[in-house]
T-cell receptor
């Protein structure tokens, strides 16, 4: 069984600062993928970034980077230079093969001016 | 061009009614999904279809019946609606479900049962 744990219900950050959203996972599959999604107040689910379990380098997408530490089973999302528009709920998720996405409970990020 | 679309966006109905939610994707993906997001924002898979065939059916009441007329469409029909069915339902799609690809979500359908 797969499990995703997000221990931060809420996070606050000031505009232009960097913020790290924590995510730990548990799986017995050797091959898996880790994902981060953003859900703004409008409700849609926006795919941000993906990390494969065999990827040697940490994934980056613009201001988003994934700090992947396989031995610790963590996949933290780092948002650099936060913007007001980054205020949203952020979900960490994983899957492997034909399995579907298993989501964490989410972290609400609030960016203040 | 919307990649994954759902209709309706909002659905308000009374207990006991039957309703359907439609989903279409124009990404050429092979696999489609239905997820339920509860009032605490927790997302949980309900069904997964690959090339019109059901491959995953989580513990969902049999009042919920997915139907995939073709690989671009996955509809969700709900019979005898109950108060606890109130939630946001998301459709999603991805490339071949046998490998690991990101899933793209529709805008969601907020179902309210009164």
């Amino acid at each position: 069984a797969q499990k995703i744990t997000q221990t931060q219900p809420g996070m606050f950050v000031q505009e232009k600062e960097a913020v790290t959203l924590d995510c730990t996972y548990d799986t017995s599959d050797p091959s898996y993928g880790l994902f981060w999604y953003k859900q703004p107040s409008s409700g849609e689910m926006i795919f941000l970034i993906y990390q494969g379990s065999y990827d040697q380098q940490n994934a980056t997408e613009g201001r988003y980077s994934l700090n992947f530490q396989k031995a610790r089973k963590s996949a933290n999302l780092v948002i650099s230079a936060s913007q007001l528009g980054d205020s949203a709920m952020y979900f960490c998720a994983m899957n492997s093969g034909y399995s579907t996405l298993t989501f964490g409970k989410g972290t609400m990020l609030l960016v203040s001016p | 061009d919307t990649a994954v679309s759902q209709t309706p966006k909002y659905l308000v109905t009374q207990m006991g009614n039957d309703k359907s939610i439609k989903c279409e994707q124009n990404l050429g993906h092979d696999t489609m999904y239905w997820y339920k997001q509860d009032s605490k924002k927790f997302l949980k898979i309900m069904f997964s279809y690959n090339n019109k065939e059901l491959i995953i059916n989580e513990t969902v009441p049999n009042r919920f019946s997915p139907k995939s007329p073709d690989k671009a469409h996955l509809n969700l029909h709900i019979n005898s609606l109950e108060l606890g069915d109130s939630a946001v339902y998301f459709c999603a799609s991805s490339q071949d479900g046998g490998r690991i690809y990101e899933q793209y979500f529709g805008p969601g359908t907020r179902l309210t049962v009164t």
